[in-house]
């Protein structure tokens, strides 16, 4: 005798889907990988997409074994699905599994919010319309979540499936969810006419085909009559499972459509904790540092994905947001991408440090960095940084200056050219650049490097003292020429005339914050220089003795003292 199709969706068949959809796309893994050409062909979305799967179900599992507060009630649907897309936030890996994870979000928040959310959730049509109304908001949260929403994609099946199911709303539970994925199934053939680097390849969106598998998965949650997983799976890629005999060498594979910029040279990924003001600005400022942006959560925490050439703004962009963990920054790697580093590159790693004044220069040099003096008087030349840098393979770059910022990211592009993996880190002030180059690890892999060098770099404010020239109008009230200005980062915040108390001052405020380690750089202004540098070490040694104060002579023009706080 047949199977009774379910007529209502529970915690039951949210654990059934999830297993089902982990078989696939287990099975499905190396297929799917083979089909990923875009938009950069990394061949990784099939895992990706199956470990972020895993994250949620191993999330979802651990909800079920420790049962809901109330030991005399089943866990709800709600409960059970806001685990499983919590989960798959936390663990998601990779462009699509970042937009598959804010999908599940939506179905735990429809959920959450429906008669469904309850362990006797209502049978038959209202169960199929809160599911079509879940497909529905999964496909809104995910153009949502990218900055430059492309079509053909994983987002372009999404929303075919929520179009199919809402138009089935009245059938029930089980027609919802089949009109889903047929839906799904024809937009994923649909995607290499809308998509040339699709058919120049002769395959269907990666993302997407993981999505078709996902859906196939809930149909047989909610209808054992369905096509078993084997069935499924021998219909896979509706004929198009493989790409076209040496399509990744064929240089339209290479080239992204109009609308989206270039691929970068990293994947950077990490957990943010912050408001959703401050995500949205996240989305809005990677989108012009890279491509594939995709920001997803909500609740104060948000997954960040871009595709971008310089992996330390990326980052800092977060930290400047709120707090940045889980960093991960992944190479784009395919031999024929700019920037990949070709067969017989020098892989030696070389950090280039634009130094403000000769002690700084020998600062940076007695730690391994190669100087080209800058600074405000003589601002270095991206020639001058490519020269620097040598035949190494690997490159990091320290514009220690807003104002060299632009010349370093020129010389990244003549470096990557020429073949070599580059990275600018988002050092902001010399004291940045100490900090950077004093976790900078010769035994680590350049990724990690990077993210190391430049967490560092994140967490170091910079201050300073600095000679008014003239008479002007400042944050903290007008200047008058050789009067004193605390600078804290950008901002001069406050004035005066003794130079201790104004670098206390600035000292007292830089750590307000917290802070373990103060860095002191002694300028060659005719104002004392260890004096001055002396005297704020006493201050701390008198108000903050948890507080380690370092001193160098760097000899720099303009800034009698320079400061840093980590």
Known sequence: MAEAVPTAFGVEQLTDWATRGEVLLQAARHDIDVLNVFPVPDGDTGTNLLLTWQAGLDALQAAAAAGPPDAHRELSLGRASVAWSRG????????????????????????SGSPTDDAGSPPGIEAGRVMAAAMSRAAELGYAGVARPVEATILTVAAAAARAANDQVSGGLAAVVGAAADGAADALARTPEQLPVLAAAGVVDAGGQGLFLILEALRGAVDPAAPSSAQVLTGFGLGLVAPSENAFSSAGVHVAPPTCPGDGAFEVMYLLETGDEPASRVRERLAELGASVVVVGGDGLWNVHVHTDDAGPAVEVGVAAGRVHRIRITPLVAASQPGA???????ERVVVAVAAGLGLGALFESVGAVVVVGGAQHRPTSAALVEAAGPAGEVLLLPNDDDHRAVAEAAAVELRDRGAQVAVLPTHADVQGLAALAVRGVDRSFTDDVVAMSAAAAATRFGGLAVAEREAMTSAGVCHPGQLLGVVEADIVVLGDSAEDVACSVVDRMLAAGGELVTLVCGDDPLPGRPLAEAVRRHLHQTRLDVEVAVYDGGQPHYPLLIGVE
Do not use: H
């Open 341 to 347: 580093i070709k067969p017989g590159a020098n892989q």
């Open 88 to 111: 798959a936030l936390l663990g998601a890996r990779g462009n699509s599994g970042v937009i598959v994870a804010q999908l599940l979000r939506a179905f735990a928040e429809t959920f």
